[in-house]
C-alpha cells in the first residue's frame, strides 16, 4: 500500500493558473475522492499524479519516493477514465490481460506474476489466463471473457476497464469520473461496486467526480476543490456538518 503526497502543485496553462500551490496527503490504503464543479482542476491534478501531465512546481510523492522524473508506466499506477478506450477486436478476456502482455512482450522485471510462477508449475499462458479469471470472478464477468466489446452494457464494459487497470497490481487506481457514461441506475450501482472492490484490495484509490452524493457516500476522505485550489480535506459526514467555508457547504448542499 502506498501513500501519495501532493506538495505545492502550480499548473499553469499559458497564462492560466489552473492549480494553485495544492497540498494534499493521501493515506495508504485510502479512498480519497477529489469532487468540486467542472473545470475546478480535478482531472489536471489526478494527471499531474499519473504522470500524464507536467507541474509547473511542487512535487508528488508515491510510497515515500519522489516520482517527478518518472514517465507514467513508472509510477505503478493504474488510470481508469469514463472512456474505456476497450480494443472492440479483441476478447473480454485479451482486453483485460492486455497489460500483462505489455509487459510480456518488454521482459519487464517487474512483472508480478513472474514472481508467482514456480519452476515446473505451469506456463505463463495458464498464469496470464487464471490471472485473468481470479479479476474476473471478483468483478462478476467471469461468464463475460470470450465475448467482444460491442456484446457488452455499459457497465460491463466499466468492469472490463477495471480488471485491466487489475491484472497491473498498482501501487493506487486513479479513477477520472469512470461512471459518468452509465445512466443513474446503474451509476448508483457502481458506486457501491467500487467502494466493495477497495475494501476487498486494500489498494489506495483517488477518485475523481463532480457529483457530490458520489463523493458523499463512497470515500473515506473527500477533498472539496474550487478554482485550482483544495478548500477542505476531511470525511465526508465532517465536511457535510462543518464545511470550511459557504463555497463548501453550497457545493456539498449543507443545511443552512
Ligand atoms: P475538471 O476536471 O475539474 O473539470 P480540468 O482539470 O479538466 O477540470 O481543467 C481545469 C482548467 O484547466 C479548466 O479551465 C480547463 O479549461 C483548463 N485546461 C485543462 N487542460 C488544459 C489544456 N491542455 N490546455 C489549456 N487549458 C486546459
Ligand atoms: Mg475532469
Not at 512483472?111 to 481470479?134: C, D, H, K, N
Not at 445512466?183 to 467502494?195: F, S, T, W
Not at 475523481?208 to 477542505?232: K, N
Request: glycine letters at 8%; hydrophobic letters at 45%.
Amino acid at each position: 500500500m502506498a501513500g501519495i503526497e501532493i506538495d505545492g502543485i502550480t499548473k499553469n496553462f499559458g497564462r492560466t493558473e489552473v492549480l494553485r500551490r495544492v497540498d494534499l496527503d493521501i493515506r495508504p490504503g485510502e479512498f480519497m475522492t477529489l469532487v468540486g464543479p467542472s473545470g475546478c482542476g480535478k482531472s489536471t491534478l489526478l494527471r499531474i499524479v499519473a504522470g500524464l501531465e507536467m507541474q509547473s512546481s511542487g512535487s508528488v510523492r508515491i510510497a515515500d519516493t519522489a516520482v517527478d522524473g518518472l514517465r507514467p508506466r513508472d509510477r505503478d499506477l493504474a488510470m481508469v477514465f469514463q472512456s474505456y478506450a476497450l480494443y472492440p477486436h479483441l476478447t473480454v478476456a485479451e482486453n483485460i490481460a492486455v497489460p500483462l502482455r505489455m509487459r510480456q512482450l518488454k521482459g519487464h522485471q517487474r512483472w508480478p506474476l513472474v514472481g508467482r510462477l514456480m519452476p515446473g508449475t505451469g506456463s505463463l499462458e495458464s498464469a496470464i489466463a487464471a490471472e485473468v479469471q481470479s479479476v474476473a470472478a471478483m468483478l462478476d464477468i467471469g461468464h463475460l471473457l470470450e465475448r467482444k466489446p460491442g456484446q457488452l452494457s455499459g457497465g460491463q464494459r466499466q468492469r472490463v476497464a477495471l480488471g485491466r487497470a487489475m491484472v497491473r497490481h498498482p501501487k493506487a487506481f486513479l479513477m477520472d469520473e469512470p461512471l459518468s457514461n452509465l445512466d443513474a441506475k446503474l451509476r448508483v450501482h457502481m458506486r457501491a461496486e467500487i467502494a466493495q472492490l477497495h475494501r476487498r484490495l486494500g489498494t489506495t484509490f483517488i477518485y475523481v467526480t463532480h457529483d457530490q452524493a458520489e463523493a458523499m457516500t463512497m470515500s473515506d476522505r473527500i477533498a472539496v476543490m474550487m478554482d485550482g485550489a483544495v478548500l477542505q480535506v476531511a470525511a465526508p459526514e465532517t465536511v457535510y456538518n462543518d464545511p470550511k467555508d459557504i463555497r463548501v457547504a453550497e457545493f456539498i448542499g449543507s443545511p443552512k
